[in-house]
């Protein structure tokens, strides 16, 4: 159980486009996702918490207007990178909070490889 | 502000035990993790503790925390090739139950 995915997987644009990353819990329902950005051989970097049903709460220096994020469900999140430029190329990780009798457990789907040309 | 800290690599014999530190600064942490990153994947949960247990065992996997000293750490027994991966320790803390996390420990395993 508790499985998240992420589609696509890779996606390789030009810059000036928009991508659009989904990030679904499979057998959860998670009303929190938190979407996080990793450069390579660093950590991960929070973007934004993502609330089913109100607007995304953004982290210091994270642009809303460039990165929308959409909760539309209880199972998916979307982030769109709009006009995109090859300082956006990294690796997206998604990840849905699962609430559980013992706890609060974060499970993180397989992440996207975006790199803009 | 929050911060976690730990060691960028360690380097261990097939079979041996590994260790790897992880030391947090936000006292009023609730929960702390260990994630394994293996290359160009996402991040599998490996374990939690909650802030006022000392100790978890989980099969080969021991987390020990010092509340006082703010350090965590993750002992892998018998270490296998198959652990090699980049180990995230992680803090909770804030709203929403967000995550801090360390930069990474790379584990090499050799034999």
């Known amino acids: 159980g508790a499985v998240v995915s992420q589609h696509p997987s890779r996606v390789i644009c030009k810059s000036g486009t928009s991508v659009k990353i989904e990030c679904r819990s499979l057998d959860f329902q998670a009303t929190t996702m938190f979407w996080y950005r990793q450069f390579p051989k660093k950590s991960l970097m929070l973007m934004a918490t993502s609330n089913e049903g109100s607007k995304a709460t953004y982290e210091q220096g994270v642009e809303k207007d460039k990165f929308l994020i959409n909760h539309a469900s209880l199972t998916l999140s979307t982030l769109t990178v709009t006009s995109a430029h090859p300082e956006d190329s990294s690796f997206y990780i998604c990840s849905a909070v699962l609430t559980s009798g013992s706890g609060y457990e974060q499970y993180f789907g397989p992440g996207t490889r975006l790199t803009v040309t | 502000g929050e911060d976690v800290e730990q060691s960028l690599f360690l380097s261990v014999r097939e079979g041996d035990s590994s260790v790897i530190n992880c030391t947090y600064t936000d006292s009023s942490s609730t929960y702390l993790y260990w994630y394994k990153q293996e290359p160009g994947a996402g991040l599998q949960l490996l374990t939690y503790?909650?802030?006022?247990?000392d100790m978890k065992q989980d099969q080969r996997l021991t987390v020990l925390l010092n509340k006082k000293d703010k350090h965590l750490s993750l002992r892998i027994a018998d270490t296998q090739t198959g652990d090699s991966a980049i180990y995230f320790c992680?803090?909770?803390?804030?709203?929403?139950?967000?995550?801090?996390f360390g930069a990474g420990t790379r584990l090499a395993v050799h034999p």
């Open positions: 503790i909650f802030s006022n247990m």
């Open positions: 992680a803090e909770g803390s804030g709203g929403y139950n967000k995550l801090i």
